[in-house]
């Protein structure tokens, strides 16, 4: 089983941080770490404030987020990296020692996309978060259920 769950985007602003506290919500925090990460953060940018306020108004906070760059140390066996869109699981397979990388859709079965709401009206973000939401319900499952013999994509 994972240990850890990475959330991997551009900036890991808006999607990443949604998607891990969702996560961390979802799930027991000591059976899995979880985590967002970016692939360019040139600082440690606080999460936009849209997908902040969008938490926040579900009972969701995460005051002291700030955005992290992927690294190759991230990688490990037990470590689960989760993308939004296949391009950026290519990105992120061409990492030196990456493994263990999936599309969140692909591993949950959803047929849309996760939209990036970054730059969007507040009702985009609210549209993410549910869309999210949905989708690491069934993200849970498949951590819960061992995903290589429970999910298609691992």
């Given at each position: ?39 360019v953060?040139?600082?440690?940018e ?58 969140l ?50």
């Amino acid at each position: 089983m994972f240990k850890k769950v990475i959330f991997v985007g551009r900036r890991a602003t808006c999607r990443e941080p949604m998607a891990m506290a969702l996560l961390q919500k979802e799930m027991p925090y000591d059976l899995v770490e979880v985590c967002a990460r970016g692939l360019v953060v040139l600082f440690a940018e606080p999460m936009n404030p849209k997908a902040e306020e969008v938490l926040a108004s579900n009972g969701i906070f995460l005051p002291d987020y700030r955005a992290c760059q992927l690294v190759p140390e991230d990688f490990s066996e037990d470590t689960l990296v989760v993308t939004f869109h296949q391009d950026m699981k290519e990105k992120v397979m061409d990492m030196e020692g990456a493994q263990n990388i999936v599309v969140l859709t692909d591993v949950t079965g959803d047929e849309l996309e996760i939209i990036d709401p970054y730059g969007g009206e507040l009702l985009q973000y609210e549209i993410c978060l549910e869309t999210l939401g949905n989708s690491i319900r069934k993200l849970v499952q498949c951590l819960q259920n061992d995903m290589n013999g429970y999910c298609p994509a691992v």
